[in-house]
């Protein structure tokens, strides 16, 4: 009770957790000649599902610290290797990707039915990550409290899927009658939630809840109810209505008798009767006393650090190289989409301090967020020939979308500090932790770019297509980030207390893809291309940016003497007829309403009000005080001005936003020395790259005193660069 002696928690958690899945079908060096169809198909599913949840709580100090490791698709390494490699941002791993692979290579086919090979694979990592320490220090006097919590969590996904017919060293004979499929889908996907939390939370009350209790307990009390049946009452005596009473008067309130003494049927009675009832509504002890805050020095400090890095490859291809290729139809398809969903958040509070200004009450959040996504889709036949008696399309589609969250809270009754550097990059590779930063902060371009594409070709091919002839590459590569970094100091006591509020936050965003579609010779031999039907040569892609970014740093610090318990006391001595929590009730002109403290419909919380309109039925819980044609505020609730500190109450908030966002998109569609012979031609690149950025910094600080002493300073500071480079070439 006297704030000796040591209650300490340490948790640690340690989880790693490792898939490699690999799935192959092929046929290899072999001669097909059948009658039917030929299948070669390969599937593979390489998935991790996880919750780690730390949880860490003690009366003193609380430490907890989780490192959460988890990879599809990367070879084994050690602990220290793989704590560095999170912490740094470094790539000393070695990918090993969950992969598909279904494959025909040297082999000769005569096939009298349909021909496809089929590679589908799916990688996944959904992981919930969330370490709390929580340490709520309590004492008459002299106690003081810490936690700390900590986060270190990966997610890493390398996935490829890969269909195709190879001949390595002479042109191969590929006869299929009826249809050739050559398709490929890669589903890669990461959705990680991260959560840390560091409360920190001190009361040396010297008793005040204790004393506030009873007072309390002895004013609530009440001689009756409304269901005591007829009772000699005598005046000021109490009576409590049932939940259930229906004859005038409050159900649930307290009334005083204002009577000479006399018999009464406490159930016949109409309480609403001014002139013989006055409802008793008394302020609580408990909240009063324990307003006037910490009698001695209680310090508070909360401690939070989060670092999570989330990588996301993905690599599809669908293709038949060196071939002589005759067929009814061809299809060659490659479908990738890579998925990347990040929730991080990270609140870190602080409250200590004392009634005098005296103690530490300290909040520090930093928290380093990191989400990667590379995705590749590539379909094509080079070399070789290729005549079709129908159709023949040659399509590749990639879907790579990231949705980034970071959120991050922190407050303190004195100092509160919060960092957060986030990363969200589609289409470049994966950098360390220095570089990014960096890289971020004065806005070079010293990464290495890895678009997110979908290219579709024909290469050194002579075509003779019965139908049409299309070659799609269609490309789609969106990131979505949302980033928010709240620092709250919200200092008070009777005098002597100062408060600070910083916030810095880094946060880029970076979006490079491309879409190409072509048919070419690369040895300018100027190869044929007969189609019947039409020819068709798009490239299309749809790249964007949708990003907010908002900081606040917000400062306020009060003094004010005790003026507001004195308000509080003397608004709680006011009589009044209803609270804004007893719903319907009827009211009549001049009587009055006490507002709850957290009232959010119209008026001030805690505050009085009048009625001063005719007798009428409201939902008192519904109303807008603040409507002066009905309401009037009572002066009394505010006798004492508030806001006027009696002390130096100094007060400081910094702010510091750097938000760099860059889309680059190029899209491309050729024909490029080919004779082309057929029906109508078509050659298009449609190009879509789009940036929308809400960018927004709050700083305030609120301080001083009423003598023009002490400081109150807001500094704030933003760099925003948004960039959009565009090409389209047809």
């Known amino acids: ?30 001669t097909v000649n059948i009658t039917g169809s030929l299948i070669v198909r390969g599937r593979n599913t390489s998935n991790i599902g996880v919750t780690n949840k730390s949880v860490t709580s003690s009366g003193d100090t609380a430490a907890g610290v989780t490192l959460a490791l988890n990879t599809v698709g990367w070879e084994p390494q050690d602990l220290f290797t793989r704590t560095l490699d999170a912490l740094l941002g470094t790539s000393i791993g070695t990918e090993q990707p969950a992969e598909t692979l279904a494959y025909i290579v040297d082999t000769a086919i005569t096939v009298g039915g349909d021909l496809s090979v089929l590679a589908d694979n799916t990688a996944a990592i959904k992981s919930v990550l969330s370490n709390g320490a929580t340490s709520a220090a309590s004492a008459l006097v002299n106690a003081g409290g810490k936690a700390i919590a900590g986060i270190l969590g990966t997610n890493f996904v390398s996935s490829q899927s890969q269909a195709y017919i190879d001949y390595t060293t002479s042109e191969g004979a590929v006869t299929v009658t009826g249809a050739t499929v050559i398709d490929a889908n890669d589903s890669a996907s990461i959705v990680a939630e991260s959560d840390m939390k560091a409360l920190s939370s001190t009361t040396n009350g010297g008793g ?23 009772r000699n009452v005598s005046p000021s005596e109490l009576v409590r209505l049932a939940s259930d009473y229906t004859g005038g008067g409050v159900t649930g309130g307290v009334y005083s008798y204002l009577g000479t003494a006399a018999d009464l049927d406490l159930g016949t009675q109409d309480y609403s009767d001014t002139q013989v009832w006055e409802r008793v509504i008394r302020g609580s002890a408990s909240d009063t006393l324990g307003s006037i805050g910490n009698v001695t020095d209680s310090d508070s400090m909360g401690v939070g650090g989060l670092i999570v890095r989330n990588i996301l490859e993905s690599l599809t291809k669908a293709y038949i190289d060196n071939a002589a290729l005759a067929s009814g139809t061809v299809t060659i398809d490659a479908d990738g989409s890579a998925q990347l969903q990040a929730l991080i958040s990270g609140t870190v509070s602080s409250s200590g301090g004392s009634a005098y200004g005296t103690g530490t009450s300290l909040a520090i959040n930093g928290m380093i967020a990191t989400n990667t996504v590379v995705s590749t889709a590539d379909a094509y036949m080079t070399g070789g020939s290729l005549t079709a008696t129908g159709d023949v399309s040659i399509s590749s589609t990639n879907g790579a979308k990231a949705d980034a969250t970071v959120n991050a809270a922190s407050s303190s009754g004195d100092t509160a500090v919060g960092v957060v550097l986030s990363f969200n990059t589609l289409g470049w590779e994966p950098q360390d932790l220095f570089t990014q930063t960096l890289d971020g902060l004065l806005g070079t371009s010293i990464g290495t770019a890895a678009p997110a594409y979908a ?8 075509v003779s ?20 970094n709240a620092s709250i100091s919200a200092a008070s006591a009777l005098y002597g207390a100062g408060g600070k509020s910083a916030a810095a936050a880094l946060s880029t965003n970076l979006v490079n893809s491309d879409a190409k579609a072509w048919i070419e010779d690369t040895d300018a031999s100027a190869q044929t291309v007969d189609v019947s039907g039409d020819l068709t040569v798009r490239g299309q892609d749809n790249a964007g ?22 308000d509080g006391i003397i608004g709680d001595s006011i009589t009044v007829q209803f609270l804004s929590g007893d719903g319907s009730q009827e009211i009549e002109f001049g009587e009055k309403v006490r507002l709850s403290d957290d009232y959010a419909g119209g008026g001030t919380g805690g505050n009085i009000y009048k009625f001063l309109g005719n007798k009428e039925t409201f939902d008192l819980s519904a109303i807008d005080y603040t409507n002066l044609d009905y309401w009037q505020e009572e002066v009394a609730t505010n006798i004492i001005p508030q806001g006027l500190n009696i002390s130096d ?82």
């Open 1 to 30: 009770a006297y704030g000796s002696g040591t209650s300490l928690a340490v948790n640690a958690m340690i989880a790693t957790n490792l898939v490699l899945g690999s799935s192959k079908a092929f046929i290899s060096g072999s």
């Open 208 to 230: 005040a809840s204790i004393l506030g209790g009873l007072i309390d307990n002895a004013l609530e009390s009440y001689n009756y109810s409304s269901n005591s049946g007829t």
């Open 455 to 462: 290219h579709a070709y024909l290469e050194d091919v002579a």
């Open 465 to 484: 297509a019965g139908g049409n002839l299309l070659v799609d590459a269609n490309n789609s590569a969106q990131l979505n980030a949302t980033l928010s």
């Open 545 to 566: 940016i949708y990003a907010n970014s908002k900081l606040v740093s917000s400062s306020t610090t009060t003094n004010t003497g005790g003026a507001n318990i004195v």
């Open 649 to 730: 109450s100094d007060s400081m908030a910094i702010g510091g936003l750097v938000v760099r966002n860059d889309v680059r998109s190029a899209v491309e569609a050729r024909i490029v020395n080919i004779n082309v012979s057929g029906g109508d031609v078509t050659v298009e690149s449609i190009e879509n790259a789009t940036l929308v950025a809400n960018i927004d910094a709050a700083v305030a600080s609120s301080g001083g005193s009423a003598y023009g002493s002490g400081t109150s300073l807001a500094v704030n500071a933003m760099i925003a660069t948004n960039l959009v480079l565009g090409s389209s070439k047809a």
